[in-house]
């Protein structure tokens, strides 16, 4: 793996940033936010908003609303350095973070169609809105516990076979 330390980024590191970027914007994630997130996860340490704003070529107030973004979905964790008010952000070691909250919105969808059914449809109509609602609460309930099962399998095995 090429060094890291400095701000250079290869032709293949910018690709990863941008197919990544690519694939989390369905999800919801800004582009600045899933950017600075494929940066953090190829960096071997923690950086500040100035070389994360000039590797990205992003302003750093940008840098910092993607920076705070993440650190909120867990995705990325915030370092200080004692004695200054100088921050650095890396990868987070918890990758589950988003997809809480994505299975959160799955479940306030499925509670709202569940709850409100009643009072707006009938009929097939309403039989579809509580099956909506049910499929919505179940598969946020599946994602919620998988997250527990695979944090308790990786913190008993580790992630992958390969990898120990």
Request: proline fraction near 4%.
């Amino acid at each position: 793996m090429p060094n890291m330390s400095n701000r250079a980024i290869t032709v293949e590191q910018r690709r990863f940033i941008a197919d990544m970027a690519a694939l989390l914007a369905p999800w919801g994630m800004q582009p600045a936010t899933a950017s600075l997130y494929a940066f953090l996860l190829i960096r071997d340490e923690p950086v500040t908003l100035d070389t994360i704003a000039a590797a990205l070529g992003m302003a750093r107030s940008t840098a910092s609303v993607a920076a705070r973004a993440l650190e909120q979905f867990g995705l990325a964790r915030r370092h200080g350095e004692p004695g200054t008010k100088r921050v650095r952000y890396g990868a987070s070691e918890t990758y589950s973070g988003f997809l809480t909250a994505q299975a959160g919105l799955l479940a306030d969808i499925g509670r709202l169609a569940e709850n409100r059914a009643g009072a707006v449809a009938s009929g097939e109509t309403l039989r579809r809105l509580r099956y909506l609602g049910a499929f919505h609460r179940k598969m946020a309930a599946t994602i919620t516990g998988r997250i527990a099962e695979l944090a308790d399998e990786f913190a008993r095995c580790g992630p992958d076979e390969d990898l120990r």
